[in-house]
């Protein structure tokens, strides 16, 4: 009898064998997982459900206002030649700003979903308007973090000016592709609010934050025991050793690598750690942050592909936009620290 040989094809089972390794490495590095884990229900408990599910709840029960197209009316000149979409979403833009991650992708995919805006619009929106908002650049990263109020606004402005000029680059996205259905946008047809179905929309604007909110807690949690599992099993510091003569020859602190790789991952961590770093030069720190603000990290971008995976958006964009607004906003943060005293935090 011939032997049998079984071929595993990597590309086929490369997502079961990164599981199953996962599910091992929670019981070998259960002793240091387990803190991870309570810090990350905390952050979500502590920070993220009041911080968000208020937004969360009243974004839901706007959509079923004449606000956005209130908005479309007033924004619509401004919105379609500098972004190429329609004036509806300046509603997805403004409420991305104030709320924070990922109220912005969440907007946009509900535009899909009612037909207020073309996908091609709906994913040019997803390129730039989920954003982190100003009471954790503001709030948590410049002043808890950091003890400056005047480097939480460098960052925000910063954040700011790059999502602009990401949306304004995506203003090309699909155009040629747009040109044949541009005649043959949706119109908006939600049920609006009144007194009589108030408890209604409610009912469901509530219902819908929960789900999301909880969706947004099992992704920091999860996170967080990842990079607790890889600081445990030395991976980040071998990760950290591959890059250091990268960082060497830049004349950078090596002591940044394992914090921006977390950071990665998960900005919180990441950003909690970059400004804890005793540096001479903290514009370095403040450069470092920026880019991570601006990216959003894994978690985040895992986040929105559970909320775009209802519709036929293409995340795409998204992914783009996020590196490409990271990028921007460390070249901002360092054009106003180089070239303006106040925002000057070196030794």
Same mark, same amino acid.
């Given at each position: 009898?011939?032997?049998?040989?079984?071929?595993?094809?990597?590309?086929?089972?490369?997502?079961?064998?990164?599981?199953?390794?996962?599910?091992?490495?929670?019981?070998?590095?259960?002793?240091?997982?387990?803190?991870?884990?309570?810090?990350?229900?905390?952050?979500?408990?502590?920070?993220?459900?009041?911080?968000?599910?208020?937004?969360?709840?009243?974004?839901?029960?706007?959509?079923?206002?004449?606000?956005?197209?209130?908005?479309?009316?007033?924004?619509?000149?401004?919105?379609?030649?500098?972004?190429?979409?329609?004036?509806?979403?300046?509603?997805?833009?403004?409420?991305?700003?104030?709320?924070?991650?990922?109220?912005?992708?969440?907007?946009?995919?509900?535009?899909?979903?009612?037909?207020?805006?073309?996908?091609?619009?709906?994913?040019?929106?997803?390129?730039?308007?989920?954003? /982190?908002?100003?009471?954790? +650049?503001?709030?948590?990263? $410049?002043?808890?973090?950091?003890? %400056?109020? !005047? @480097?939480? *606004? #460098?960052?925000?402005?910063?954040?700011?000016?790059?999502?602009?000029?990401?949306?304004?680059?995506?203003?090309?996205?699909?155009?040629?592709?747009?040109?044949?259905?541009?005649?043959?946008?949706?119109?908006?047809?939600?049920?609006?609010?009144?007194?009589?179905?108030?408890?209604?929309?409610?009912?469901?604007?509530?219902? /819908?934050?929960?789900?999301? +909110?909880?969706?947004?807690? $099992?992704?920091?949690?999860?996170? %967080?025991? !990842? @990079?607790? *599992? #890889?600081?445990?099993?030395?991976?980040?510091?071998?990760?950290?050793?591959?890059?250091?003569?990268?960082?060497?020859?830049?004349?950078?602190?090596?002591?940044?690598?394992?914090?921006?790789?977390?950071?990665?991952?998960?900005?919180?961590?990441?950003?909690?750690?970059?400004?804890?770093?005793?540096?001479?030069?903290?514009?370095?720190?403040?450069?470092?942050?920026?880019?991570?603000? $601006?990216?959003?990290?894994?978690?985040?971008?895992?986040?929105?592909?559970?909320?775009?995976?209802?519709?036929?958006?293409?995340?795409?964009?998204?992914?783009?936009?996020?590196?490409?607004?990271?990028?921007?906003?460390?070249?901002?943060?360092?054009?106003?620290?180089?070239?303006?005293?106040?925002?000057?935090?070196?030794?």
């Amino acid at each position: 009898m011939k032997p049998s040989f079984y071929v595993i094809k990597l590309k086929r089972n490369i997502l079961p064998l990164i599981i199953l390794g996962f599910t091992f490495a929670l019981l070998i590095f259960s002793k240091s997982n387990l803190p991870a884990v309570k810090n990350g229900l905390a952050l979500w408990a502590n920070s993220v459900v009041p911080s968000l599910f208020p937004f969360f709840v009243a974004t839901e029960a706007l959509m079923h206002t004449n606000l956005i197209s209130l908005i479309g009316n007033v924004f619509n000149k401004y919105m379609k030649p500098i972004f190429n979409v329609r004036g509806e979403g300046a509603f997805a833009f403004i409420m991305g700003i104030i709320s924070g991650y990922p109220v912005g992708a969440k907007i946009a995919s509900s535009f899909r979903e009612n037909n207020i805006c073309s996908k091609e619009e709906c994913e040019r929106l997803l390129s730039f308007t989920n954003n /982190s908002g100003p009471l954790f +650049i503001i709030g948590t990263v $410049g002043i808890l973090m950091y003890g %400056s109020t !005047i @480097i939480g *606004i #460098l960052l925000f402005i910063t954040h700011i000016l790059a999502c602009v000029t990401v949306g304004f680059l995506f203003r090309f996205w699909k155009r040629k592709e747009e040109t044949n259905i541009k005649t043959n946008y949706y119109k908006h047809e939600n049920k609006y609010v009144t007194f009589n179905n108030l408890g209604e929309v409610l009912a469901k604007s509530i219902t /819908s934050s929960i789900s999301t +909110i909880l969706l947004i807690g $099992g992704f920091v949690v999860i996170f %967080s025991s !990842i @990079i607790s *599992i #890889l600081k445990a099993s030395g991976i980040l510091n071998g990760a950290s050793l591959l890059l250091s003569p990268l960082f060497n020859f830049l004349n950078i602190n090596t002591s940044f690598i394992a914090p921006l790789l977390s950071g990665f991952l998960e900005i919180t961590n990441g950003i909690n750690t970059i400004s804890s770093i005793a540096c001479k030069k903290l514009s370095i720190n403040i450069i470092f942050t920026a880019f991570l603000l $601006g990216f959003g990290g894994i978690s985040v971008l895992l986040q929105v592909l559970s909320i775009t995976s209802k519709t036929d958006l293409s995340i795409k964009p998204y992914i783009y936009g996020k590196l490409l607004q990271g990028i921007f906003a460390s070249i901002y943060t360092y054009i106003f620290i180089s070239f303006i005293p106040f925002f000057n935090f070196d030794i």
